[in-house]
């Protein structure tokens, strides 16, 4: 079962439908959530937890063709029907070369990120490829409203999202000011503004000069964090 816009949705009806008579398809690994429960048609199908406990600490690597299938991306039909758009491995091995390339002091060994979209999400997929790459460590997130306290336990250096997430936030985050006095109101737009100057700076990497580091950790002491 899968949740989209507060309703739930029955994945698994709708692979098994897909499969019905394709005798082709190896195994299907169904990763199962505490709740509801979910039988499985087995031999066929096979649980995600059961094979990673049962499998070894090391895995050979097996050579493949670039244009060898990686996954199926399905489309959520948000702009029309929903499809599925073969992916390849040569296609995620360029763009992850290209994000390493590019944001090379972002995506730096032995830093951390924290992970909320989903692991099917093209995004997600090819970004938790270059935190793989980079040698980064990774703090997965169940639902998104914890993602506020995952980043206070982990203090990561990357989050990676989606435009409505960040949206989602700043609208709380200004109804929680809109509440203030008008004064700690006031003092909270500039501060917002100040951070969009400095973020702005950092995200191509430019050096923040010491006036602007202070008032950088002054808005993140008194506004930011909280």
Same mark, same amino acid.
């Given at each position: 079962? %899968?949740?989209?816009?507060g =309703?739930?949705?029955?994945?698994?009806?709708?692979? *098994? &439908?897909a499969?019905?008579?394709?005798?082709?398809?190896?195994?299907?690994?169904?990763?199962r959530?505490?709740s509801p429960?979910?039988?499985?048609?087995e031999?066929r /199908?096979? *649980? @995600?937890y059961?094979?990673?406990n049962?499998? %070894?600490?090391?895995?050979?690597?097996?050579p493949v063709d670039?244009?060898?299938?990686l996954?199926?991306?399905?489309?959520?039909?948000t702009t029309g /029907?929903?499809k #599925?758009?073969m992916?390849?491995h %040569?296609?995620?091995?360029h763009?992850?070369?290209?994000?390493?390339s590019?944001l090379?002091?972002?995506?730096?060994?032995g830093?951390?990120?924290?992970?909320f979209?989903?692991?099917?999400h093209?995004? &997600?997929?090819?970004v938790?490829y270059?935190?793989l790459?980079?040698? !980064?460590?990774? %703090?997965?997130?169940?639902?998104? &409203? =914890?993602v506020? *306290?995952?980043?206070e /336990?982990?203090?990561?250096?990357l989050l990676?999202?989606?435009?409505g997430?960040?949206?989602?936030?700043?609208?709380?985050? !200004?109804?929680r000011?809109?509440?203030?006095?008008w @004064?700690?109101?006031?003092?909270?737009?500039? !501060?917002?503004?100040? #951070? #969009?100057q400095?973020? /702005?700076?950092?995200?191509?990497?430019?050096?923040?000069?010491?006036?602007? =580091?202070?008032?950088?950790?002054?808005?993140? =002491?008194?506004?930011?964090?909280?």
């Open positions: 079962v %899968g949740y989209r816009r =309703r739930s949705v029955q994945l698994k009806a709708i692979v *098994d &439908e499969l019905d008579g394709l005798a082709t398809v190896p195994p299907v690994i169904v990763w959530r505490q429960a979910v039988d499985l048609d031999p /199908e096979r *649980d @995600f059961e094979l990673l049962a499998a %070894g600490v090391e895995c050979d690597a097996v670039a244009e060898h299938p996954y199926v991306l399905y489309t959520s039909g /029907e929903p #599925g758009v992916l390849t %040569g296609n995620f091995c763009n992850v070369g290209q994000v390493l590019a090379e002091q972002t995506f730096t060994f830093y951390r990120a924290v992970s979209l989903p692991l099917c093209a995004t &997600e997929r090819l938790t270059a935190y790459q980079a040698g !980064m460590s990774i %703090g997965y997130v169940a639902h998104v &409203e =914890r506020a *306290d995952a980043c /336990e982990l203090r990561p250096h990676v999202s989606v435009p997430v960040l949206a989602l936030i700043r609208s709380r985050i !200004m109804a000011i809109a509440k203030e006095k @004064f700690k109101r006031a003092l909270s737009e500039r !501060m917002l503004a100040w #951070g #969009g400095e973020a /702005e700076r950092l995200s191509v990497l430019q050096p923040l000069p010491l006036w602007r =580091r202070i008032r950088w950790a002054i808005c993140d =002491r008194i506004l930011f964090r909280q």
